[in-house]
């Protein structure tokens, strides 16, 4: 079973700033079969990023995604006040899907 | 418009039966994965396990395999997740959620709103 860790366990900045969340495997994530999913408090999780880069469907384009192996990383450029929330990573490259524990995003 | 409902909260005591339902509507429903997600309150995802309701092909981690069954009627477009023998520790949210179209290899693109399940005596 791939180990996904988040870092860090939380960030606090202020919107507009620039924020850097990472998520590491365990073992290499076969093609690049990683998601992020923003979760705010009381919601289902809502899909961000699949397959390591690529942006789900309305998703703005200050969320990015990079890193391939077993690096991964999201980034939000210009923090909006709804951008303050957890962020989970998830494989899915193997046959059981795993998710990692989590970067809580707050305000400075 | 692709919408997973969910069943109601529910309160049972340890050593009860519970099936909770996701019922999938706006889409084909025997052409995608339906997968389960526990979050414990205060804590994070857990991957339980997925199945596919054009023939019930059903995958487990190993972690909630033996301790939950998968299954799904696709005349009613509908999807369960049931325990026989209900425990305090697994009192959480359950959150059914659709894997994007294509192989079994893929992320989850529709989430349902969750259903809370609380075992206490």
């Known amino acids: 079973e791939i180990v996904l860790t988040q870092s860090p366990g939380t960030l606090s900045l202020s919107p507009g700033e620039r924020a850097t969340l990472s998520c590491r495997a365990s073992?290499?994530?076969?093609?690049?079969?990683l998601a992020w999913y923003q979760q705010k408090p009381g919601q289902a999780p809502r899909l961000l990023i699949y397959?390591?880069?690529s942006r789900a469907t309305g998703i703005p384009d200050r969320f990015s995604g990079s890193g391939s192996g077993t690096d991964f990383t999201l980034t939000i450029t210009r923090l909006a006040p709804e951008d303050f929330a957890v962020y989970y990573c998830?494989?899915?490259?193997?046959?059981?899907?795993?998710f990692g524990q989590g970067t809580k995003l707050e305000i400075k | 418009e692709v919408q997973l409902v969910q069943s109601g909260a529910e309160v049972k005591k340890p050593g009860e039966s519970l099936k909770i339902s996701c019922k999938g509507s706006?889409?084909?429903?025997?052409?995608?994965?339906i997968g389960w997600v526990r979050q414990v309150p205060g804590k994070g995802l857990e991957w339980m396990g997925i199945?596919?309701?054009?023939?019930?092909?059903?995958r487990y981690s190993p972690t909630f395999r033996g301790q939950v069954t998968l299954s799904a009627d696709k005349s009613i477009t509908t999807a369960f997740l049931q325990w026989n023998n209900l425990k305090a520790s697994d009192t959480a949210r359950y959150y059914c959620?659709?894997?994007?179209?294509?192989?079994?290899?893929?992320?989850?693109?529709?989430w349902g709103q969750g259903t809370l399940v609380t075992v206490s005596s």
């Open positions: 959620a659709r894997l994007a179209l294509g192989t079994v290899r893929r992320w989850f693109d529709s």
């Open positions: 706006g889409y084909t429903f025997t052409s995608y994965w």
């Open positions: 199945i596919y309701p054009g023939d019930s092909d059903t």
């Open positions: 073992q290499t994530v076969t093609s690049n079969y």
């Open positions: 397959g390591a880069s």
């Open positions: 998830q494989q899915y490259g193997s046959p059981v899907y795993t």
